[in-house]
């Protein structure tokens, strides 16, 4: 079946612009994640979203940043006046949660920001 | 919360040589998922532990889970240039907690 699904797969954009990343997860997965990664560092959490619950948004750098999700399904990342700082690969994933456990993270290939 | 550290940071192995990452947490621990990036990719599944003293094999991959489910340990037999990447653990405190991930080991292989 098909996998996370993640546009644009590049992204330019100019200093204090606005951009919005995509975000199509596994049909029935009820948890998705969106992370950050730098050029050769770590995963660094933003948000999550699961089920009807209240995201936890506990990771978002600034509140430049804002994610939603809408239905359950898609969720788009939104950056307000990028900063060069901004750029880095920013990685969705989706589970399909189980109560009392978790289950694997399935990642598209994510969204490369580069911020001139 | 707090990233949970894995050492080493990175690690260079001649081809055939073993190599060993560990992911150390401060508290216990619902279960711990390990996963793989190769370069230019995006992070893979590659196991979940649950149970304290867990052991697991895949091929040449050995994967534990600490008694105390505090720690794992992730251990390659005889390395190859197609391991190469960077092996990430994921620590889960269960319930609705979000999935957050160890700082990584990167893995070079030299042929």
């Known amino acids: 079946g098909a996998g996370v699904s993640q546009s644009p797969s590049n992204k330019v954009t100019e200093k204090g612009k606005d951009v919005e990343l995509r975000c199509d997860p596994i049909?029935?997965?009820?948890?998705l994640y969106w992370y950050r990664q730098s050029l050769g560092q770590g995963l660094e959490f933003l948000i999550y979203?699961?089920?009807?619950?209240?995201?936890?948004k506990s990771g978002l750098p600034s509140d430049r940043f804002s994610a939603e999700r809408t239905g359950g399904s898609v969720s788009t990342l939104t950056i307000q006046r990028t900063q060069q700082e901004d750029s880095a690969v920013y990685l969705c994933?989706?589970?399909?949660?189980?109560?009392?456990?978790?289950?694997?993270?399935?990642f598209g290939n994510g969204t490369r920001l580069t911020v001139t | 919360g707090q990233q949970v550290m894995q050492i080493p940071q990175y690690q260079h192995v001649q081809e055939g040589e073993d190599f060993t990452t560990y992911c150390n947490s401060s508290?216990?621990?619902?279960?711990i998922q390990w996963y793989k990036q190769r370069p230019g990719g995006h992070p893979v599944f590659l196991i979940q532990?649950?149970?304290?003293?867990e052991v697991k094999k895949q091929k040449r991959l050995t994967f534990q889970f600490g008694e105390a489910k505090k720690n794992s340990s992730l251990h390659i037999t005889a390395t190859q240039t197609t391991d190469v990447g960077t092996y990430f653990c994921?620590?889960?405190?269960?319930?609705?907690?979000?999935?957050?991930f160890g700082t990584g080991t990167k893995l070079q292989v030299i042929p």
């Open positions: 979203f699961q089920g009807n619950s209240a995201p936890d």
């Open positions: 994933a989706s589970s399909l949660y189980r109560v009392g456990g978790n289950s694997p993270l399935h």
């Open positions: 508290t216990t621990l619902s279960n």
């Open positions: 049909s029935g997965h009820t948890a």
């Open positions: 532990l649950v149970k304290s003293g």
């Open positions: 994921a620590p889960y405190s269960g319930g609705y907690q979000k999935v957050t």
